[in-house]
């Protein structure tokens, strides 16, 4: 497969979930288009496509939290990434390591049985 | 946080990655609209929306490889959501316990200095 086979919604975009390779903590998702997987393949490093700045970023170019590329997987459809990786830090500007560190509260089975 | 509150994209949805709480494998990226988060967090079993069939499906409903929901988690946007679950069976279509089991080949180091 090649970065141009996947396939991108109607803006040109797929989701890539980005996981820590040796903790399997679900880091961060960011939005890839062709050129963003063609640069995460050739340099090893994560890039992405920023849907509000509408430009390339390179993870951890400003802040140093950069992320190395152990391997890029892709899903059944071809239209979802998984990118593995070896974080040089936390993945979140909050300083969280991963973005996905809240919690929706679930209802509470005996309500719903109500 | 309640389903409402988180920011959807111009059709109404946000991606939801699907992690086995246990393996911690990354098993499939599904969207959701505000009602298929309500009725994730109301029945403790994965619902989606698909974009191709334009209505929601209860994971498992027909092939019986259902999610129980172990816990929900938004990113620090609240535009993607990340669902920790028990799964009763594989989560892909072909059998394969991820959707994410085939892998992008990366370009040789020793290419990419030339």
Redesign the interface.
Do not use: N
């Given at each position: 497969?090649l970065p141009e086979d996947l396939t991108y919604d109607d803006r040109g975009l797929a989701?890539a979930?980005v996981?820590d390779a040796r903790?399997?903590?679900?880091l961060?998702?960011a939005y890839v288009d062709r050129e963003a997987?063609r640069r995460t393949?050739?340099?090893?490093t994560t890039w992405f496509y920023s849907r509000s700045r509408n430009e390339y970023w390179n993870k951890g170019a400003t802040s140093g939290n950069t992320q190395k590329?152990v391997?890029?997987?892709?899903?059944?459809?071809a239209d979802?990434l998984?990118v593995l990786v070896d974080p040089a830090g936390p993945a979140?500007?909050?300083g969280?390591t991963s973005?996905?560190?809240?919690?929706?509260e679930?209802?509470d089975?005996t309500d719903?049985a109500e």
């Open positions: 497969l989701p979930i996981q903790t399997r903590e679900v961060m998702l997987v393949l050739s340099t090893g590329v391997e890029v997987r892709y899903d059944c459809d979802a998984l979140c500007h909050t969280e973005c996905f560190h809240r919690t929706f679930q209802a089975p719903a």
